[in-house]
């Protein structure tokens, strides 16, 4: 069967933008107040009643807004980590950086009782340092898979010591607050989340993408992709610091949502069964994943709603056993 590769990209590229807003319209209807597709749609168009204008516009499209881009963010982020590491287990929430933004937004909150804008600013400020300080200890004439894992995981226990420490020294009430935005959650996500993580979507994933080639080449080996004309360590930092960024800005936003970032780049790559980074389809899978995550948690426990990270968290520690027996049953590990 002959076919047009672009007129077939085109309408893959179609079907995927209906589904997305078909899913936006259903999850933004739906709710202790239920909307149709057609209501939400008319209050979107600026012709719903002043109540349904305030639970569209100011609560529930900001929620799933949110949660599309930082799932986007988060799988994107942890299919350049499993690209550079070359290791399924290399994701960014096991290798410190999650760790690393929660240790800077706990430092604004126990020690200066910061609001909730600085306690962004210093989860990706964490973040940053974290990815400046595994790099470096991870670098031996550049930044090799294993090592890079390795560097992470020591990183991640000592942070996590860190966090632990800052919970003991923190008051009842900063405590409290420190908890919940460990957990990770959407509740309350409102205009001032969504405006400065597509800011960022819109800067570094066109960034990452026009990395693409390079990334696909540094998975055959450094020496290969210096053969074929790659600046290796260049496009290293580079990927690395965009990813770094996705992370934190994704943490400062929601807190850290654990296994999005581990989970989103297999399940694609298995979806796609093409070989290479799969950065679109991991950054697609990454919302998807969220997004469902949060559905879960508002509407399958009854009246209680649970944090999203609840559910991430579950359902990514039942994937990671699985991961690691079947990459122990493969003997890559």
């Known amino acids: 069967m002959r076919f047009h590769a672009r007129a077939v990209g085109a309408a893959l590229a179609i079907g995927v933008v209906a589904l997305a807003v078909a899913v936006l319209l259903v999850l933004v209807g739906s709710g202790d107040f239920p909307m149709t597709p057609g209501d939400v749609v008319q209050t979107l168009l600026g012709n719903g009643a002043m109540a349904q204008e305030f639970i569209v516009i100011d609560l529930r499209l900001p929620r799933v807004l949110t949660a599309l881009l930082v799932g986007t963010a988060l799988g ?24 690393g933004a929660t240790v800077g937004a706990l430092v604004v909150i126990v020690l200066f009782q910061g609001d909730s804008w600085a306690v962004a600013g210093g989860a990706l400020v964490g973040c940053l340092l974290t990815g400046v300080l ?17 560097v992470g995981i020591g990183a991640a226990a000592m942070l996590t010591a860190v966090m632990q420490y800052l919970l003991t020294k923190a008051n009842l009430m900063d405590a409290t607050r420190a908890v919940l935005w460990i957990t990770g959650t959407l509740d309350g996500r409102g205009w001032e989340q969504v405006v400065p993580l597509a800011v960022a979507c819109l800067v570094l994933i066109p960034l990452v993408l026009g990395h693409g080639r390079a990334l696909r080449m540094m998975e055959m080996g450094d020496d290969s992709a210096y053969a074929l004309g790659v600046p290796v360590e260049r ?6 610091l965009c990813a770094v960024l996705l992370m934190g800005v994704a943490t400062s936003a929601a807190g850290p949502i654990t296994f999005v970032a581990l989970s989103a780049p297999q399940l694609a790559r298995r979806l796609t069964g093409a070989p290479g980074p799969n950065l679109v389809p991991s950054a697609l899978m990454g919302a998807g994943l969220l997004v469902v995550a949060d559905w879960v948690a508002q509407s399958a426990f009854g009246e209680r709603q649970l944090p999203v990270g609840v559910v991430t968290g579950v359902v990514g520690g039942c994937y990671l056993l699985w991961l690691l027996v079947t990459e122990r049953k493969a003997g890559r590990i």
């Open 235 to 240: 496009a290293r930092i580079v990927l690395i």
């Open 134 to 150: 595994v790099y470096l200890l991870a670098w031996k004439r550049g930044v090799h898979g294993y090592r890079l894992v390795l």
């Open 76 to 99: 994107l982020s942890g299919a350049i980590f499993q690209s550079i590491s070359r290791n399924p287990l290399g994701s960014p929430d096991v290798l410190g950086f999650g760790q």
